[in-house]
């Protein structure tokens, strides 16, 4: 079985651009969240879809923004990009929501602002 | 002041030492308690999970929380090179809705 994808691996912008990582799911997961990964704060949960709708979110600026499409593939996008924004992004996905399932990682996507 | 608090390390030991890696958090709803751990270049994985003040053994793993004190850790015993990663605590209030990560410590095992 294929585990989580996510697409681009690595990605350089400049300040005020916008980007989207895409993240594509383990087969059968209907679950979807976003963390950002950096050194200072690890891990901070941005949200949480499931069945194409945003169930959780975390306390990040209006900037982040993601949806979920019917196959349960996310994308996540952040416009106006601040130079703070460089981190690893990480999706996970899992079987459900409102349980205590595995949440299963991708490799990440690298974003580099400058 | 950070709901769950890691030491970030980078802890650096011999092979086959007991490793103690430690978190203590201040939400006392938090009542899942999981350990992932991240290799270079990957996402994290599921190491070990529990619920209730205690050890729970797995292998070489054994992960303790002690709830009265906000405290949990994680031994590894017969440390190996394949260990060195990053090591990064989790914890689940009772709603499942969000997982909040500690910062994660670096540990190096040497050969």
């Known amino acids: 079985k294929a585990g989580v994808t996510q697409t681009p691996r690595y990605l350089i912008k400049t300040r005020g651009q916008q980007v989207t990582l895409s993240c594509s799911p383990i087969?059968?997961?209907?679950?979807v969240s976003w963390y950002q990964q950096t050194p200072g704060q690890g891990l901070q949960f941005l949200f949480e879809y499931f069945s194409e709708t945003q169930r959780n979110k975390g306390n990040f600026p209006g900037r982040f923004s993601g949806r979920q499409f019917s196959n349960s593939r996310s994308e996540m996008n952040v416009s106006t990009l601040e130079l703070g924004d460089s981190a690893l992004y990480l999706c996970?996905?899992?079987?459900?929501?409102?349980?205590?399932?595995?949440?299963?990682f991708g490799p990440g996507t690298r974003l580099t602002v400058l | 002041q950070k709901e769950v608090e890691q030491d970030p390390g980078p802890l650096s030991v011999p092979e086959g030492a007991i490793v103690s890696l430690n978190c203590t958090y201040s939400n006392s709803a938090f009542q899942y308690f999981m350990w992932y751990r991240q290799y270079s270049r990957k996402g994290p994985e599921l190491l070990m999970y529990?619920?209730?003040?205690g050890n729970k053994e797995d292998g070489r793993f054994t992960a303790q929380v002690d709830k009265s004190s906000k405290y949990i850790s994680l031994f590894i015993r017969d440390s190996q090179p394949s260990d060195s990663a990053t090591y990064l605590c989790a914890m689940i209030s009772g709603g499942y809705q969000k997982v909040t990560f500690g910062t994660g410590t670096k540990l190096q095992v040497i050969p």
């Open positions: 087969s059968g997961h209907r679950s």
């Open positions: 529990t619920y209730s003040s």
């Open positions: 996970a996905s899992s079987l459900a929501t409102g349980t205590l399932n595995e949440q299963f």
